[in-house]
Nanobody
Framework: QVQLVESGGGSVQAGGSLRLSCAAS????????MGWFRQAPGKEREGVAS????????YYADSVKGRFTISQDNAKNTVYLQMSNLKPEDTAMYYC??????????????????WGQGTLVTVSS
C-alpha cells in the first residue's frame, strides 16, 4: 500500500505558476509510475503527466506540453508538478496517483491503484 499526500494548490491568475508536490510513503517500491491527474467539475478525470520512476522518463497530455513539468526526488519519495503559463481551463482538482504499469496508456486513471486526496488549482482570467 502506498500513501500519497499532495500540497501546493491555490489560486493564481492566468499566466501564473504553481508547483504541486506529492509525498509518497509506505511500499513505494511496489509502484513504478507516479502521475498527476485532474478533474474539473462535470468532467472526467484526465491524465496530466506521469513519470516512470526507474528512469525518470516523462509523459504529458498534449494540453499541458511545454507548460507543465513533472519531476521526482527519489531521496524524498516526492513527485512534483511545476505548472507555468496557467490558463483558466487548467482549473481543476489535481490528484497524485501511483501504480505498477507495464506498457499501455499511462493516462488511464484505473491503472493507478493509490491516490491522494487532491489539491485544488484555480486559475482566474
Amino acid at each position: 500500500q502506498v500513501q500519497l499526500v499532495e500540497s501546493g494548490g491555490g489560486s493564481v491568475q492566468a499566466g501564473g505558476s504553481l508547483r504541486l508536490s506529492c509525498a509518497a510513503s509506505g511500499y513505494t517500491n511496489s509502484v513504478n509510475y507516479m502521475g498527476w491527474f485532474r478533474q474539473a467539475p462535470g468532467k472526467e478525470r484526465e491524465g496530466v503527466a506521469s513519470i516512470y520512476r526507474p528512469s525518470g522518463y516523462t509523459y504529458y497530455a498534449d494540453s499541458v506540453k511545454g507548460r507543465f513539468t513533472i519531476s521526482q526526488d527519489n531521496a524524498k519519495n516526492t513527485v512534483y508538478l511545476q505548472m507555468s503559463n496557467l490558463k483558466p481551463e487548467d482549473t481543476a482538482m489535481y490528484y497524485c496517483a501511483a501504480g505498477l504499469l507495464f506498457g499501455g496508456d499511462w493516462s488511464v486513471p484505473m491503472r493507478y491503484k493509490s491516490w491522494g486526496q487532491g489539491t485544488l488549482v484555480t486559475v482566474s482570467s
